[in-house]
């Protein structure tokens, strides 16, 4: 995948993400919101391009960000500043944000689905369900179990039909702050 390419999956995720409550809570105001997701979601895809994957549907309305942490997680490199160039003012929100992640992450091995995003005319067609079936089919068959943090009890609900369960309970980005709903998957047998 090109630069351009990891930069249009960036910008697709991000004005997906622009209105969760996790990005309201990173940065008040939509327009500085979008381009500092953006910048953050650019480091993930780049790095997830040789750490994980990226799997998109055919006409990019959708695409899952993940990791590979059947082994000890690779940082980005210079993330540190490199988030700082990307997010600006707001940087310290989004080490919080990672932070508060990391505290939380299991530390079984496993494959880490970072990102789910699905342009909004497109939802409700199946689109997030193939590509996570897609991956599913590569995890099945090498018996890795898959992790997630989903943003709402309704996208846990889509993910508990593609076999994600609750993995302990929900948690907040700080008091106020939106929650997270961590959820691991098995790998399913045939």
Not at 21 to 33: M, N, S
Not at 60 to 68: E, I, N, S
């Amino acid at each position: 995948m090109s630069v351009s390419a990891y930069g249009a999956v960036a910008a697709m995720l991000a004005d997906e993400f622009n209105d969760l409550p996790t990005a309201r809570w990173l940065v008040d105001d939509p327009d500085e919101r979008l381009k500092a997701v953006r910048g953050q979601f650019e480091l993930l895809v780049e790095h997830a391009l040789g750490h994980g994957g990226v799997v998109t549907s055919g006409d990019l309305d959708g695409a899952v960000v993940w990791f590979d942490h059947t082994a000890a997680a690779r940082p980005i490199p210079h993330y540190d500043e490199r988030l700082l160039a990307a997010c600006g003012a707001h940087t310290d929100r989004f080490r919080r944000l990672d932070q508060v992640m990391d505290d939380h992450h299991p530390q079984a091995p496993h494959h880490y689905v970072a990102l789910v995003g699905v342009r909004k005319r497109r939802r409700g067609n199946g689109i997030a369900t193939a590509m996570l079936r897609r991956h599913h089919r590569v995890l099945d068959r090498d018996g890795i179990p898959a992790y997630l943090e989903a943003v709402s009890p309704q996208t846990a609900k889509l993910y508990g039909r593609l076999g994600y369960k609750p993995l302990g309970d929900r948690y907040g980005l700080d008091k106020g702050g939106p929650w997270l709903y961590p959820m691991w998957r098995e790998p399913q047998t045939v």
